[in-house]
């Protein structure tokens, strides 16, 4: 493939109609809906396309929001919709897209990006990582135990938003890989894909909103159940607290469902404060999907995450990327008060790995030391703990939106 015949770029008007048609055969049933998941969800201004003699052969979607790491929000990217139409297929159309894609966000100054992963070795070959999950829990809805008789909740109203948002960054920012969502996301969290969703708010005594959930009740599908329970089951699609109190009030709410729903499906992570406060182990929980992420810019990445305030430390990282060069040059790393600087240096002494490699390290998904003992990542011992305790989590790293 001549990959300089290839236009890179945002859809003209005359694009559209072929990439609705390229988006329907992968992600929607038709082409009109295609164009309006672009149009009305992730904006014309977020599509990106692949032109070969003026038509459409891949497309690729941008939806920028943060990723928390380490208690601060990292600027990033989010990619979704990448497809190739079925006669462009073979010709590793789609690799170049993602590479395009890539070297764009490196020239915006956008540090890190994730995606869900239809196909590993595509995303993998242009330097992402699995480095997370998006766990699915369900439980029963009469085992929840609170003192909340879920009173005085209300219909959201658009003036909520802010108080609404506060509670989910307030539930989000302990969790590694939690979203700080955009436009989109948030979006998606009051209209989801199927079906009508309804949305509450509790207030405390001040009028701040202290508390919220999404939801919808449906017939019970033909799954297993967890633990005896039978009724409707509520899709949790969105929640957030802003204290304990709050968490309060959202169990009390749940739980007064408990007459006509079975069993509640949310989206948390495995130090969920809402599955810790259950009095039994009878709920089950999975893994709905995993997901990827690519350090994009590494000086950028590790001077926006967040580290422990009390952690002082400094090592020389040497990351290996055959796609972005800037981020070969060796860096002095020095973390500090919570913060990390970096500086260019061209000392070999250094910790080495494949930039892939950095993605589930900055995450906390695994540590410097495991990878080391497979041969991924080079270095001293006493050099390779440090980066163990800058990057470590607790709980797993965790999404609660799929995108």
Known sequence: MTTTSLEFGPPTESDLPHMGLVLSRAFEPTPEGALEWVREGIGLENARVLRENGTVVATSMRAPMGIWLGGRVVPQVGIAGVAVPPEARGRGLAREMMRRCLLEMDELGEPISTLYSAMHPLYRGVGYETSGQLFSARIPAGMIQTGDRGADWRPFVEADLPGV??????????????????????????????????????????????????????????????????????????????????????????????????????????????????????????????WMLRVVNVAKALEARGYGEALSCEFVLRVHDSLIETNNQPLHVRISTGKAETRPVTDTNAIELDVRYLAPIITGMQSATQLASLGLVRGAESETAKLDAAFACTGGPSMFDFF
Not at 175 to 190: I, Q, T
């Open 165 to 290: 948002k506060a509670c989910h960054r307030q539930r989000s920012r302990f969790v590694s890989g939690a979203l700080d969502r955009g436009p989109y996301l948030w979006k998606r969290a009051f209209k989801p894909k199927a079906g009508t969703a309804e949305a509450f708010v509790a207030e405390d005594g001040s009028g701040q909103i202290e508390a919220y959930c999404v939801y919808r009740v449906t017939p019970r599908s033909d799954g297993p159940t967890a633990g005896n329970a039978r009724g409707k089951l509520m899709d949790l699609i969105d929640f957030g607290y802003l204290n304990g109190h709050g968490l309060d009030r959202l169990m009390g709410f749940l739980r007064s469902f408990s007459s006509v729903v079975g069993e509640i499906d949310l989206a948390d992570h495995p130090g969920s404060a809402i599955l810790s406060r259950l009095p039994d182990r009878r709920f089950a929980m999975s893994i709905h999907d995993p």
